[in-house]
């Protein structure tokens, strides 16, 4: 893990799941981490124990479907870190429901935050890349990305809509020699299930998940093999399950 060492790396929704345990992970390497979240309390918590630990880490209150608050998180890591090597686009939500449910602000949020708060994340850091001429774009799609189950719908376009982007984007910034990578996981264990609406969806995938969903250091060893790899290789998706996940 030793291409990890000093890259400036940053993971939003880092205030919990796959996003926190990532970058404790990727400290762990000698990465230097952003954390960027809403949640302000929880990621200056995050950043004052990667210090204590020894690694370096910055707390940056940010909300992805706003366009702003990208482009500042971005100023603040360039004069913090000087520099920007891996974006990691993970804040996500999943407000599952059936959309006769008629869930129309649940839908618009998923948009947001789930398609748009990603394209604001690319807008943000790619002035700094292309100057560079360095970068990797890591954007979390889903199982739910490839496949679609009633109540997914918006979640699953959202999702799907992740991996069309970072395709295309893959395509169009290989002359800068910045690559772009995608990780759709399965089930794994963490807070998502906990802002459904729909009782009787929530109550389903939280027995099923919590059967079967993985620890989110799972997602934290697939993005740290990605950003180790050495810059000529471009891992432009990895799709992992629970070996028990039958969808
Ligand atoms: N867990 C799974 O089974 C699973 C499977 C496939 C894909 N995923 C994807 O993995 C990603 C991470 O989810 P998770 O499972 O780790 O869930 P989680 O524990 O609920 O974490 C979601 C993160 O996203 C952040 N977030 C939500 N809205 C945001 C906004 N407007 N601005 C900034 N940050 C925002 C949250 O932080 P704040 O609330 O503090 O802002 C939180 O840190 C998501 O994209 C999700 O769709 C998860």
């Known amino acids: ?52 630990h020894g690694g370096q880490a910055l707390a940056v209150a940010t909300d992805v479907s706003n366009k702003q608050d990208m482009i500042d998180m971005a100023e603040a890591t360039i004069k913090k870190f000087g520099r920007i090597d891996v974006l990691i686009n993970n804040a996500g939500i999943m407000p599952l429901s ?22 604001y994340g690319i807008a943000a850091v790619l002035p700094y890349m292309k100057e560079q001429k360095s ?24 999702k799907t809509a992740v991996r069309i982007i970072s ?11 910045i690559r772009t990578s995608i990780i759709s996981p399965g089930a794994v264990k963490t807070e998502l299930l906990d802002h459904i ?34 810059e000529e290789v471009d891992i432009n998706e990895i799709l992992f399950r629970p070996t028990a996940q039958e969808l």
């Open 1 to 52: 893990m030793e291409n990890i060492k000093e890259k400036v790396i940053i993971i939003t929704g880092a205030s919990s799941g796959l996003g926190e345990s990532t970058a404790l992970h990727l400290s762990k390497h000698g990465a230097k981490v952003v954390l960027a979240a809403r949640r302000i309390e929880k990621i200056q918590l995050l950043s004052k124990k990667i210090q204590e």
């Open 167 to 177: 395709e295309g984007l893959r395509q169009e910034v290989k002359d800068f020699n």
């Open 98 to 119: 059936a959309l006769p449910s008629l869930q129309v602000d649940e839908w618009d949020k998923m948009i947001d935050v789930n398609v748009k708060g990603v394209l």
């Open 197 to 230: 609406t729909d009782e009787k969806i929530q109550s389903a995938n939280k027995e099923y998940v919590g059967n079967v969903g993985l620890k989110p250091e799972t997602f934290a060893r697939l993005v740290a093999f990605i950003i180790n790899e050495p």
């Open 135 to 158: 970068g990797l774009i890591i954007n979390t799609s889903s199982v739910a990305g490839h496949k679609i189950f009633p109540g997914s719908t918006v979640y699953s376009a959202t």
